[in-house]
């Protein structure tokens, strides 16, 4: 059985003018676990400067950073205690000006996470909020309300943390007197802000100029779907929720008011000069819904998390492009794609792990960097790093967990984190992909630092170095720079159109002006007529009576 030829899917002639992001490899670092310069065993602004020409030849387009401002740290610095200063964790200020400064000298664009949902519990707002037993303007700047019941001891509706447990914490007097509930999706310590509030709105337009002045080239918006939340804060009416997320419009994620304030974030964006841009973290129930953050006066890019819960199947794959193009291209903007975060279970283990696991990773990885649009790549996935899945409990810091083994009701976890977890990535076992990565050496901390790391690294992990891996043409490394030299080199891949091929059941061949691409998902080898002169391949090919014979779980590259 073949698949028809189909008719071009992905068309710029109806888009806007092209800029950078539309064909930009982004590479994600998670700055905790990057490279320490100090030896505290924790990532660093400064290690990050030093390894910036390890990115630059990698052949990325740009890097975005995970939050590095001052922070408790409840929340791997997703709780923000002051959105203009650095944490001493990571350096200071004069380190982000000068990471900044070094990546462009080097070709490199940064951007950086902005947290506008919620703030940490230590900010001054929340501080002040808390002092502010009477209801004043403090407390207005978050989402505060008196609890049911006869005394107020029920929270004030039914949403539940995405953490696990009630998304109310009930706040007390400096005498212990029970007072009114306030609202965090996440944890208890990350108090969500009232965006309906002007003055929060003119605080964050601030914030962001404050950074663009110092010279960042976007943003990444963390919960870009939550700021608003529906009018009266209504009860949802069932449980388990976090598996809701991502399925349908709920009372606290993807309000259409969320879109007023992207529109105003765009305006100040397109003010400054060198296309800055805007990335949409959001979770939506449907392609066409994502790409109403996307549209053209919106913001730049949002990720494409329906190809990362994709499962390892031809037509599966094939839906989710052609739905993902579709969506994207009827607002004129380019698709994303991305296989891995800091939220969820790596992509080499979510496709079976072992060598099974490597193979398919490697091969839905050259897929992701043929198909139209941008790519994101998470810091280690060039290296095949799979997740660390026996990491002791001790070690652990993510704050789902913790409050899971304190007792709060969480999700169920099935193989591989669950569905619900690839979805909201708040199952309790982010730690797994958030270990430093391995640079150099054959024992931990691999180069990651003069000290020991913040999350144990395994023994395994020593042939998945970059210095292990650098120079050999079979490892995941290697496979990595050649496609993204060749990507940079070939006119027809980036942003552009695309079109499918006839392929046999269980193979993906699509078409780009020059260049073909073949992966095969089957668990044998597939046989199809040669397509044109191979440049690259995830294994070795088998030619004879002008056919190829393509390995399971590979794919290949073709020049036509």
């Avoid at 039914?158 to 998304?167: Q, R």
Wanted: glycine share 12%.
């Amino acid at each position: 059985m073949t698949q028809d030829l189909a008719p071009l899917v992905h068309d710029p002639s109806a888009r806007r003018a092209a800029g950078w992001w539309r064909s930009a490899v982004i590479y994600q670092v998670y700055v905790r676990s990057f490279a320490d310069s100090d030896g505290d065993g924790v990532g660093d602004l400064r290690g990050v400067h030093d390894r910036l020409p390890y990115l630059a030849g990698l052949g990325v387009d740009a890097v975005w950073l995970t939050p590095f401002y001052a922070s408790p740290q409840a929340d791997g610095g997703y709780d923000v205690a002051d959105y203009r200063a650095v944490d001493p964790l990571f350096g200071d200020l004069s380190d982000a000006d000068r990471l900044v400064r070094e990546a462009h000298r080097l070709g490199l664009r940064v951007i950086v996470d902005i947290v506008p949902n919620h703030t940490s519990d230590q900010h001054a707002w929340f501080r002040a909020a808390l002092a502010d037993r009477h209801g004043g303007p403090a407390r207005e700047r978050y989402h505060f309300r008196p609890g049911r019941g006869e005394s107020g001891q029920f929270p004030p509706n039914d949403w539940e943390s995405v953490f696990g447990g009630p998304a109310w914490t009930r706040t007390a007097g400096a005498d212990g007197t029970p007072g009114e509930w306030y609202l965090h999706l996440f944890a208890p310590e990350q108090p969500d802000l009232n965006w309906d509030n002007p003055e929060v709105a003119r605080e964050f337009e601030s914030v962001l100029r404050f950074w663009l002045d110092l010279g960042v080239d976007g943003f990444r918006v963390d919960v870009a779907h939550g700021m608003v939340k529906a009018a009266g804060l209504p009860d949802i009416g069932r449980g388990e929720q976090a598996e809701m997320i991502g399925t349908q419009v709920l009372p606290f994620f993807d309000q259409d008011g969320v879109h007023e304030i992207h529109r105003s974030w765009r305006r100040l964006l397109d003010g400054y000069g060198g296309e800055r841009i805007g990335v949409a973290e959001a979770w939506a129930p449907t392609s066409e819904r994502l790409a109403l953050y996307v549209r053209p006066d919106e913001l730049h890019q949002a990720f494409n998390f329906q190809f990362l819960r994709c499962p390892w199947d031809a037509a599966a794959m094939r839906e989710v492009v052609d739905e993902s193009l579709a969506a994207a291209g009827s607002v004129g903007a380019p698709t994303t794609w991305v296989l891995s975060n800091h939220d969820v279970v790596r992509h080499t283990t979510r496709y079976g792990g072992g060598e099974r696991g490597l193979r398919r990773a490697r091969a839905a990885s050259l897929l992701m960097l043929a198909l139209p649009g941008s790519a994101y790549v998470y810091q280690g996935e060039e290296l095949g790093l799979p997740e660390v899945v026996d990491l002791p409990d001790e070690a652990r810091q993510d704050p789902a967990f913790l409050r899971r083994a304190s007792g709060a009701p969480a999700e169920e976890e099935g193989e591989g984190g669950g569905e619900a977890a690839e979805r909201s990535g708040q199952d309790g076992t982010r730690d797994g992909c958030r270990v430093p990565i391995p640079w150099s050496g054959d024992a931990a901390p691999y180069g990651f630092g003069p000290g020991a790391s913040w999350l144990p690294q395994p023994a395994q992990w020593r042939g998945l170095s970059v210095e292990a891996q650098s120079g050999d043409p079979r490892s995941t490394l290697e496979l990595y720079r050649s496609a993204l030299a060749l990507r940079r080199s070939l006119p027809g891949l980036g942003d552009g159109p695309m079109g499918w091929l006839p392929a046999p059941e269980g193979v993906l061949a699509l078409s780009r002006p020059g260049l073909v691409c073949t992966l095969n998902t089957l668990s044998a080898e597939a046989e199809l007529p040669v397509p044109g002169r191979p440049v690259l391949a995830t294994a070795p090919l088998e030619f004879g009576g002008g056919a190829v014979r393509i390995p399971a779980d590979a794919c290949v590259w073709w020049a036509v």
